[in-house]
């Protein structure tokens, strides 16, 4: 399985959108400053991830989520109450 997720900072509620095939082992290495994007942020809360059998459909979902504001807007007003 390939996975999408969303991560809440808890250093300045931003989201930090990502994709892996191993979700726990990408979270801990977020958490533990292994990932130079996001080690000045941590620490992480997973707040949301969608499965994918094909990476292929799981980073072309990741980079729809990064690059259109649309899309980004509807996964936010999807899951208000869980980054409020």
Do not use: W
């Amino acid at each position: 399985m390939h996975y999408v997720y969303v991560l809440k900072s808890h250093k300045d509620e931003e989201l930090y959108i990502g994709c892996t095939s191993n979700l726990k082992r990408r979270v801990e290495e977020h958490n533990a400053g292994k990932s130079f994007s996001t080690k000045l942020r941590r620490p992480f809360e997973l707040v949301y991830y969608e499965a994918y059998k094909s990476s292929i459909d799981a980073y072309a979902r990741e980079s729809a989520l990064k690059k259109r504001g649309n899309a980004r807007m509807h996964l936010k007003n999807r899951i208000l109450s869980s980054i409020q």
